[in-house]
């Protein structure tokens, strides 16, 4: 059969828009495993991501006080390296992917739920909601509590994950983390100005500059890695880097180090319906961490009638991405929300 042109230009643009569709579909099948200790989702047998309901053992040398349960860690490319930390030594209270307040009125009580070491506050794991697949994707639900741990304790926020692992054509891994956060009392928490706090990814400690490189040298020892020239880069949506783009309002933020003669990626997407979007980044000048932080801009507080809710979108990829293709992924995401 002879084809003209327009028919071969047609078949043409229905066989890639029909590759684009399938691309997903022809994706490895999601697994979601749960054991006593955690929730892991893995891509034809690879995994994906770790979510830690029980804390993971504290390494030799790291105070107990540091133990943590409920974030993500490991975090994995789809060759398999790991861009998320646990216990680093320069900064172990800096676990993976978490979330957290920093300066906070509760009552008239101070509570710090960041900093574990002052022993005021903590976020921990409290259930799992469930365990879900929904067409191809996979994740999961689950509970932490933001208590004190000073007397008298008292459980101040519920907050409620929603991790959603999304099917790709096996090139980058992404992946949702929806989060509600709601007073349990009658009292509202008031979360202060701060130049930190939120939902916060932290990169392994060997990705730290060279004002860190101490701290990294350590913790590469202390887990039998050969200790490297620590290299990494954070930069935003505007091109902006550790400095410039410190506390500025953005929509993604790239996490980028070394492996080996390899660069690995971790992406955070925030989205466009989140509380003061697009919110400012903290962008750490050295270490390899950065969160989306809305209490740079003012106070603001979470009751039972006025939740926090922000969802952010993760993409992690082997080499750095373009910008403008994880443009192109924020403005799918967003939708109608991105015009």
Known sequence: MTHTPALRSLLASLLAVSSLIASPLAAAELQVTETDAAI?????????????????????????????????????????????????????????IFSAWVRTNYDGREIDFWNLAGGVGRVSHERVVKTFTVNESAGFEVDLIHHTVAEPKVDILRERWRITVQPTDGSYRCFDLQTTQQALTDKPLTVEKYHYGGVATRGPARWSLPSGKKAAAKASDASNERPSEPISEIVDEHG??????????????????????????????????????????????SMPYFCFAPCVTGEFQITKDQPYEASFRFLVTDGKPDPAWIEQQWQAWCGDKAE
């Open 40 to 96: 892991e989702i893995a891509s034809d047998g690879k995994s994906v991501l770790v979510y830690n309901k029980q804390s993971p053992p504290v390494p030799d040398g790291i105070d107990p006080i540091y133990h943590r349960s409920g974030f993500l860690h490991p975090v994995a490319s789809p060759a398999g390296s790991v861009v998320t930390a646990a216990f680093p030594a320069d900064h172990p209270h800096q676990q993976g």
């Open 240 to 285: 902006h880097v550790r400095i410039t783009g410190n506390h500025h309002p953005t929509r993604w933020v790239t996490l980028s180090g070394t492996e080996g003669d390899d660069v690995v990626c971790i992406t955070m997407l925030g989205h466009a319906d989140n509380f003061r979007a697009p919110q400012p980044a903290r962008l750490h000048p």
